[in-house]
């Protein structure tokens, strides 16, 4: 009778071990088995760091706006193998990749000054009247604008100082860069920025922004190394240094002011 129970025994082992060592052997053996993962044009867009949800991609294609660094992007230099492009999903951000890997993005804010009170002051007060059409290839009237945009800058950096986007203050110093003057396509503007710094050691964060004023519109353009979501950043310290100049060198060549097109037949 035992013979009997060992033969069954091993005729019900025969069919059922094969079965366990194809469902159990690929969980501790080298090639795992997982889900498929998406070829490289399916992920081409999911880098971005605009990707969203499938339900919410329709919608944006409906009502898909220009970027507008397709107007302002002028001549572009950047490190061998990176390519610098306006984002397909966001309307306002120039995504830097490298050999298709993303590694951060640049972020435009256009903000009609109608609707800035603040800066309309600063204009009346450096001897630009709102609303007025000032030649701003003359010196006079550039050093003007630059003493408004100065005035922005500095009301940022008081901001800042009141509230420094909550920084614990033992475990960073926080540190505002002196506004810098520069050329913004054809335009005067200002180079402003802050650091945290870690207090044991090293960069916690670095901002850098841009500002300038065409007549009607400011153009203030951000990026930063910045840990964490958000866009308008690099999330590696070593990418955003080696990028700082180039964006330098795209700020000054950017088409701006923007030439409208002739009304002529």
Same mark, same amino acid.
């Given at each position: 009778m035992l013979r009997v129970y060992h033969l069954l025994l091993g005729i019900i082992l025969l069919f059922v071990v094969p079965v366990g060592f194809k469902f159990v052997l690929p969980l501790f053996s080298g090639n795992k088995v997982t889900t498929p993962t998406p070829t490289a044009a399916s992920t081409s867009t999911s880098a971005t760091p605009s990707a969203t949800s499938a339900s919410t991609t329709a919608t944006k294609t409906n009502n898909k706006q220009e970027n507008i660094w397709q107007k302002l992007l002028g001549q572009t230099t950047v490190p061998s193998g990176w390519e610098v492009v306006p984002c397909q999903e966001n309307a306002t951000l *120039?995504?830097?990749?490298? @050999?298709? $890997?993303?590694?951060?993005?640049?972020?435009?804010?256009?903000?009609?000054?109608?609707?800035? *009170? =603040?800066? @309309? $002051?600063h204009l009346t007060a450096a001897g630009i009247p709102f609303d007025s059409k000032p030649d701003y290839q003359n010196q006079e009237n550039q050093e003007k604008l630059t003493k408004a945009l100065q005035a922005w800058v500095a009301d940022f950096y008081t901001s800042l100082a009141k509230n420094p986007q909550g920084i614990d203050s033992s475990k960073f110093t926080f540190s505002t860069y002196p506004p810098q003057q520069v050329t913004i396509g054809k335009l005067p503007g200002i180079r402003y920025g802050f650091v945290k710094l870690k207090s044991e050691s090293g960069v916690g964060e670095q901002h850098i922004g841009h500002i300038t004023y065409d007549g009607t519109q400011l153009y203030i353009i951000t990026t930063s190394f910045a840990p964490g979501g958000g866009t308008g950043k690099f999330a590696k310290l =070593?990418?955003?240094?080696?990028f700082q100049p180039y964006l330098y060198a795209i700020a000054e060549s950017l088409n701006l002011p923007i030439q409208k097109a002739s009304t002529k037949p």
């Amino acid at each position: 009778m035992l013979r009997v129970y060992h033969l069954l025994l091993g005729i019900i082992l025969l069919f059922v071990v094969p079965v366990g060592f194809k469902f159990v052997l690929p969980l501790f053996s080298g090639n795992k088995v997982t889900t498929p993962t998406p070829t490289a044009a399916s992920t081409s867009t999911s880098a971005t760091p605009s990707a969203t949800s499938a339900s919410t991609t329709a919608t944006k294609t409906n009502n898909k706006q220009e970027n507008i660094w397709q107007k302002l992007l002028g001549q572009t230099t950047v490190p061998s193998g990176w390519e610098v492009v306006p984002c397909q999903e966001n309307a306002t951000l *120039l995504c830097v990749s490298d @050999q298709g $890997k993303s590694l951060g993005t640049v972020e435009i804010r256009v903000e009609p000054v109608k609707n800035n *009170l =603040e800066f @309309q $002051k600063h204009l009346t007060a450096a001897g630009i009247p709102f609303d007025s059409k000032p030649d701003y290839q003359n010196q006079e009237n550039q050093e003007k604008l630059t003493k408004a945009l100065q005035a922005w800058v500095a009301d940022f950096y008081t901001s800042l100082a009141k509230n420094p986007q909550g920084i614990d203050s033992s475990k960073f110093t926080f540190s505002t860069y002196p506004p810098q003057q520069v050329t913004i396509g054809k335009l005067p503007g200002i180079r402003y920025g802050f650091v945290k710094l870690k207090s044991e050691s090293g960069v916690g964060e670095q901002h850098i922004g841009h500002i300038t004023y065409d007549g009607t519109q400011l153009y203030i353009i951000t990026t930063s190394f910045a840990p964490g979501g958000g866009t308008g950043k690099f999330a590696k310290l =070593e990418n955003f240094a080696v990028f700082q100049p180039y964006l330098y060198a795209i700020a000054e060549s950017l088409n701006l002011p923007i030439q409208k097109a002739s009304t002529k037949p």
